[in-house]
């Protein structure tokens, strides 16, 4: 499956962004999503999840409240909605699928820059 990313930008401290993360190739809902990133000098972390049917998601613990994963699989496209944005949050961010029932993502977005200003 290929995933595109995009929705990345600057925004001022406080602010909401969203991403959105394109899928093609195959069913995409074979695929369980997620989002992480990476910030300058640091390794990439979690970000969220989401399973195929939506029923299902995951946050990292210091994000929760202020992200928000979503999908539509008639779209095929996963969504994070991020809110109250601070500046570390400043990353690239990363779409990755996972085949269901497999321990680790199998593909991966091309990344959208995040920059979030004080």
């Known amino acids: 499956v290929q995933l595109q990313a995009s929705g990345g930008g600057l925004v001022r401290a406080g602010g909401p962004l969203r991403l959105s993360c394109a899928a093609s190739?195959?069913?995409?809902?074979?695929?369980?999503m997620g989002w992480l990133r990476q910030a300058p000098g640091k390794e990439r972390e979690f970000v969220a999840s989401?399973?195929?049917?939506?029923?299902?998601?995951y946050y990292a613990d210091s994000l929760k409240g202020r992200f928000t994963i979503s999908r539509d699989n008639m779209k095929n496209t996963v969504y994070l909605q991020m809110n109250s944005l601070k500046p570390e949050d400043t990353a690239v961010y990363y779409c990755?699928?996972?085949?269901?029932?497999?321990?680790?993502?199998?593909?991966w977005g091309q990344g959208t820059q995040v920059t979030v200003s004080s």
């Open positions: 990755a699928a996972r085949v269901v029932g497999s321990a680790s993502y199998s593909y």
């Open positions: 190739g195959r069913t995409f809902s074979n695929y369980a």
């Open positions: 989401i399973s195929w049917s939506s029923i299902s998601t």
